[in-house]
């Protein structure tokens, strides 16, 4: 954020006489920027991008497996698991729920509080702070904002004004407001499987398999699940994670 147009100028004159960096390249508090040098023949480039940056990427792409594979192994999944008929009638069912979760993304615009959860867990994720509308905690919010950190549509350090104008003004960044849309959403699907596998596994320990199943089946097509677990919001993170507290608890 302290590197300006002038203080490259400075350090670039002496490797080459010609220096063009158009402007829309750096904004304050930006992760990522890049420096053109053009010469007489060719051109050089260089991407340049904080390392911390580069590692919460990284964490963005491995921790929803590694998520997921430790409630599966909480759960008591093995290598064998899948070798039952029941439970690769299950795998079915949720990705039969995937599937019309997904599918709603690109049909369905945003809901008006989707914009304060995307701003405020951009904010984490780009500043470390987390001062935005503090009614909820930040798990949900992370979540939310995780794939749009991932692919560089940030504020671009400007936080200021009104949280939900933030938030649109990254919807709407590089005229692709459908797919930042989408990458909002999807931080939200983990969620959704690991309720699923709950309601399954808790059900099956309760009352047997085919328990297990019809619960997973009113599950999948429940409307109240479906809506908000295709929104960009809290209320399937919250309504996941009670659920698994409780059914460690038991």
């Known amino acids: 954020p302290e590197l300006t147009k002038n203080t490259i100028d400075k350090k670039c004159t002496l490797t080459t006489r010609h220096f063009a960096l158009p402007t829309s390249y750096l904004h304050a508090g930006e992760n990522r920027f890049e420096v053109v040098f053009a010469g007489s023949t060719r051109q050089y480039g260089v991407n340049i991008e904080a390392k911390s940056v580069w590692l919460k990427k990284s964490l963005i792409i491995m921790l929803p497996a590694l998520f997921l594979l430790l409630c599966a192994k909480a759960c008591g999944f093995t290598r064998h698991t899948w070798r039952n008929p029941a439970n690769a009638l299950a795998c079915i069912l949720i990705g039969l729920g995937?599937?019309?979760?997904?599918?709603?993304?690109?049909?369905?615009?945003?809901?008006?509080?989707?914009?304060?959860?995307?701003?405020?867990?951009?904010?984490?994720?780009?500043?470390?702070?987390?001062?935005?509308?503090?009614?909820?905690?930040?798990?949900?919010?992370?979540?939310?904002?995780?794939l749009l950190y991932a692919s560089d549509i940030t504020p671009q350090g400007d936080y200021t004004g009104l949280t939900a104008r933030i938030g649109n003004r990254m919807l709407h960044t590089g005229g692709d407001y459908i797919g930042n849309?989408?990458?909002?959403?999807?931080?939200?699907?983990?969620?959704?499987?690991?309720?699923?596998?709950?309601?399954?596994?808790?059900?099956?320990?309760?009352?047997?398999e085919k328990a297990a199943l019809l619960s997973l089946l009113l599950y999948v097509f429940s409307p109240m699940v479906a809506a908000h677990s295709a929104l960009a919001t809290t209320d399937m993170p919250y309504a996941a994670l009670c659920v698994c507290a409780l059914y460690a608890c038991v």
């Open 98 to 146: 995937v599937y019309t979760l997904t599918s709603s993304y690109s049909a369905l615009s945003q809901t008006y509080d989707e914009a304060f959860h995307i701003a405020s867990g951009m904010q984490w994720w780009d500043w470390g702070a987390y001062t935005f509308e503090l009614m909820h905690p930040p798990l949900a919010r992370i979540a939310a904002s995780a």
């Open 181 to 208: 849309l989408t990458l909002a959403r999807l931080g939200i699907l983990p969620f959704y499987l690991l309720a699923g596998a709950v309601v399954f596994l808790w059900s099956r320990q309760l009352f047997g």
